[in-house]
């Protein structure tokens, strides 16, 4: 890593106790302590919670320490930072990167303009188990859409120069396999193979560290028995020496100190030695500030220099040498009218359509009945996030805002275990001419250390659905959730079915939006939506299996390995398959719908086949599709292209998404969409020689809306 003449400059003139003081950030001591911390030489801190506070700390760290270094201001900006935008499993969910890049614009200008310098986002974490709660926090189950959604908002929190106001140095997280613990506990064991490890879960941190990610943060787990605090093989040999990462790994909350328990260390010496030679740069807790000078010299120099170095460094990537302090009057203390109509923009795009008997939209269709824990409820911010968001209003209110005439009866909380109030909604739907059921998880179900074994709807909210399904009026079922659910007990009743997620400051009036039509909910599932807990995990780019579970030729092989198939059961016995499930999820990845429909013409290729010589040259293959708006009113069609490798060396996915495109189409409009097909989007990682490969053969590539409604192209690799 090439340094400057002026972290050079102050290498040479750094005690060994100033180094390690770089090397720290410590959680959030009251202003005071932080000060004397910074006075004694810590160089990161969390955000004191205002400019001016920060202004004080920076004074104390440039003017009252020998070297007047100022200092890193990290906090968790996970998805706003006044104005609360849709969780990222919901921003995922929009299939617009464009969206994800704006909204952590967003984010990075109201945490920048506070003192925040550094945050510790995004969460590009693939992960297939929705009983894991820091779902939520990432982008869902696809490699591609993860890569895709952490470069977005990378360039979103850092621009094109850190050092320009209303950027923030991003965090990508949390390296490496932390989706995958056992069970969906958090912080639980990890064990996965090197060709999993290497076709999916660092291709989104390759993806993003090409993209410029200024940090990555080690996660809580193994990998293969050893801790990734104390992971040299992957923390140095693959992110450091491999990628050229020339950027800062920052350990996660006193997961330095967790090397203890994983019983990897003898002591604090020892563990904060192994850490930092496996190559964490800065320790989350303030472990080395504990240990005696001793203990230190264990740590090798070179090794403490080249940490430091790095840490210096993106102090000067962020100006801060140059301009330490904020304008504390510049500080936004709340959201702007153009920051909650982008975020109301995104609910409403991040907003799925799953069924829909027409009922949607509602226009202005008669008295609605409100129904469900959310109809008033305001928590809608999700989760991670922080005491001073802007807070969300409540759906009911939003609807009053508009003049809709609704009759609003909650009948039952979300964690209460009394019916008594679902008499009352049914009395209320016999004078009502539709009714909106509003369920989901609270947020505080959802995020860190909130994994759950049951992911049906809590309290008695199914038995509200059914009592509504059974009250003779249309109804609508809106999810609200940060993860997928087990639906299957209700969704068949449900005629029209919509997921909003955890929405943010403007959720309840994006729904609004989106029930009247005023928006068309046309995201598309990131994550599939299992039948069962049992079925977990369930993602539909699992592997070729040598007996595909099938119905005896009604459907191809192929169609029945992603979940596409009827209600009726599997009969054959020696298949892979639940004797009590039907086959897939319930809603596969990439489900969902528009309010407005489409035509899709033959998709067409450049070129029916191409050369090892040339895709390694950089040739690639362009696939167009023309795509009609058939409705009377515009609308978002979401096209999908999945790769199916038929013939390989390794076991390949059944279809594996390598391109998408979202597009809005006014009445009888009709569009091109072309995608570009190289390299990158037909190799996988070849273990026997440690590189990635493209094998000749045959290639498949399926486009379409979703899963389920895709046309199919072939062309050969020579």
């Given at each position: ?18 180094k390690?003081?770089?090397?720290q950030?410590?959680f ?6 932080a000060?004397r ?5 810590i160089g990161s ?9 920060v202004n004080?700390?920076q004074?104390v760290a440039v ?13 968790d900006v ?5 104005t ?6 919901a ?7 464009r969206?994800v890049?704006e ?6 200008s109201?945490a920048r ?16 188990d ?6 939520v ?15 977005a908002m ?5 621009g094109?120069d850190l050092?320009?106001?209303?950027t923030?140095?991003a965090t990508?997280k949390h390296f490496v396999?932390?989706g ?12 996965v193979?090197?060709?999993r490890?290497?076709?999916i879960h660092?291709?989104p941190?390759?993806?993003v560290?090409d993209?410029?990610a200024a940090s990555?943060?080690a996660a809580f ?5 050893r ?5 040299s093989?992957l923390?140095?040999?693959t992110l450091k020496?491999?990628w ?17 328990p994983?019983g990897v260390?003898?002591?604090?010496a020892d563990a ?11 320790e989350?807790?303030?472990a080395?500030?504990?240990l ?7 740590i090798?120099?070179?090794r ?9 460094t993106?102090?000067?990537r962020l100006g801060?040498f140059?301009?330490p ?5 510049d500080?936004r203390?709340?959201?702007?009218a153009?920051?909650?109509?982008l975020?109301r ?6 907003s ?5 008997d ?12 409100l ?5 008033t409820?305001?928590?809608h911010?999700?989760?991670w996030t922080q005491?001073?968001?802007a807070?969300?209003?409540?759906i009911?209110?939003?609807l009053?805002?508009r003049?809709i ?13 009394d ?21 989901g ?5 959802s995020g860190?250390a ?12 199914t ?6 399904a059974g ?5 609508v079922v809106v ?8 639906v299957g007990?209700w969704a068949?009743l449900a005629?029209?079915?919509v997921?909003v997620w955890h929405?943010g400051?403007?959720?309840a ?7 009247l039509g ?11 939506w ?5 079925q977990?995990?369930?993602y539909?780019?699992h592997?070729?299996t040598g007996?595909?579970a099938t119905?005896?030729g009604t ?6 390995d ?7 059961k599997v009969?054959?016995?020696y298949?892979s398959?639940y ?7 319930q809603?596969a990845?990439?489900r969902?719908s528009s309010?407005?429909?489409f ?5 067409r290729?450049s070129a029916?086949?191409?050369?090892l010589?040339?895709?390694?040259a950089?040739v690639t ?5 023309d795509?009609t708006?058939?409705?009377?009113r515009?609308?978002d069609?979401?096209l999908q292209?999945?790769?199916q490798d038929?013939v390989?060396t390794?076991?390949?996915p ?6 998408f495109a979202?597009?809005t189409?006014a009445p009888?409009?009709t569009?091109?969409?072309a ?10 990682w070849d ?18 809306s ?8 072939e062309?050969?690799?020579?």
């Amino acid at each position: 890593m090439d340094r400057s003449a002026r972290v050079s400059r102050l290498l040479a003139d750094m005690t060994p106790r100033e180094k390690l003081g770089q090397l720290q950030i410590v959680f959030r001591p009251r202003l005071d302590d932080a000060a004397r911390l910074v006075r004694d030489g810590i160089g990161s801190v969390f955000w004191p919670r205002s400019a001016a506070a920060v202004n004080r700390l920076q004074r104390v760290a440039v003017t009252e320490t020998r070297l007047g270094i100022p200092l890193l201001v990290g906090l968790d900006v996970i998805h706003g930072q006044r104005t609360i935008a849709p969780v990222p499993l919901a921003q995922a969910a929009s299939f617009d990167p464009r969206l994800v890049e704006e909204l952590a614009r967003l984010a990075a200008s109201e945490a920048r303009s506070g003192g925040v310098t550094w945050t510790f986002s995004p969460m590009v974490d693939v992960s297939f188990d929705p009983r894991w709660g820091r779902v939520v926090e990432g982008f869902g189950e696809d490699v591609h859409l993860t890569s895709i959604m952490g470069r977005a908002m990378v360039r979103g929190y850092q621009g094109s120069d850190l050092s320009l106001p209303g950027t923030i140095a991003a965090t990508a997280k949390h390296f490496v396999a932390y989706g995958q613990p056992e069970g969906g506990r958090d912080y639980n064991t990890v064990d996965v193979s090197e060709h999993r490890l290497r076709n999916i879960h660092l291709e989104p941190f390759r993806a993003v560290v090409d993209e410029g990610a200024a940090s990555v943060m080690a996660a809580f787990n193994t990998v293969a028995g050893r801790p990734m605090h104390a992971n040299s093989r992957l923390l140095t040999g693959t992110l450091k020496d491999e990628w050229g990462f020339g950027g800062v790994i920052v350990g996660d909350a006193d997961g330095v100190r967790n090397l203890l328990p994983h019983g990897v260390a003898e002591d604090l010496a020892d563990a904060v030695t192994q850490a930092f030679h496996a190559g964490i740069d800065i320790e989350m807790g303030g472990a080395p500030s504990d240990l005696d000078d001793a203990a230190l010299t264990r740590i090798d120099s070179a090794r403490i220099d080249d940490a430091v170095a790095r840490v210096l460094t993106l102090k000067e990537r962020l100006g801060l040498f140059e301009r330490p302090y904020v304008h504390e009057q510049d500080e936004r203390t709340g959201p702007t009218a153009e920051a909650r109509s982008l975020v109301r923009r995104a609910a409403a795009r991040s907003s799925v359509l799953l069924e829909n008997d027409g009922t949607l939209p509602l226009g202005r269709r008669g008295r609605i009945l409100l129904t469900g824990p959310y109809a008033t409820s305001t928590d809608h911010l999700g989760a991670w996030t922080q005491s001073f968001g802007a807070e969300a209003g409540s759906i009911a209110a939003a609807l009053s805002e508009r003049g809709i005439d609704a009759e609003v009866v909650p009948g039952v909380d979300f964690l209460d275990d009394d019916p008594g109030g679902i008499d009352e909604v049914v009395a209320a739907a016999a004078h009502c001419d539709v009714a909106v059921v509003v369920v989901g998880e609270p947020s505080a179900l959802s995020g860190e250390a909130a994994s759950r074994s049951d992911l049906r709807l809590p309290g008695r909210q199914t038995e509200l659905i059914r009592a509504v399904a059974g009250a003779g009026i249309p109804f609508v079922v809106v999810v609200v959730a940060g993860r997928p659910l087990v639906v299957g007990d209700w969704a068949e009743l449900a005629g029209s079915l919509v997921v909003v997620w955890h929405g943010g400051t403007e959720a309840a009036a994006a729904i609004v939006d989106v029930l009247l039509g005023d928006e068309d909910p046309a995201g598309r599932l990131p994550m599939s939506w299992p039948r069962s807990v049992g079925q977990v995990p369930v993602y539909y780019a699992h592997e070729n299996t040598g007996r595909p579970a099938t119905r005896g030729g009604t459907l191809s092989a192929e169609a029945e390995d992603v979940g596409l198939h009827g209600p009726d059961k599997v009969h054959e016995k020696y298949t892979s398959k639940y004797l009590d499930l039907d086959l897939g999820p319930q809603f596969a990845f990439g489900r969902g719908s528009s309010y407005a429909t489409f035509d899709h013409s033959i998709p067409r290729l450049s070129a029916s086949g191409v050369s090892l010589a040339d895709l390694g040259a950089g040739v690639t293959v362009t696939l167009e599709i023309d795509v009609t708006n058939t409705a009377s009113r515009s609308g978002d069609e979401v096209l999908q292209v999945f790769v199916q490798d038929l013939v390989a060396t390794v076991a390949q996915p059944v279809r594996r998404l390598i391109a998408f495109a979202r597009r809005t189409l006014a009445p009888g409009e009709t569009a091109t969409l072309a995608f570009e097909i190289g390299r990158d989007e037909l190799h996988f990682w070849d273990a026997s020689s440690a590189r990635f490969v493209v094998e000749p053969g045959l290639f498949r590539l399926h486009v379409g809306s979703t899963l389920a409604a895709t046309q199919h192209v072939e062309f050969r690799v020579s």
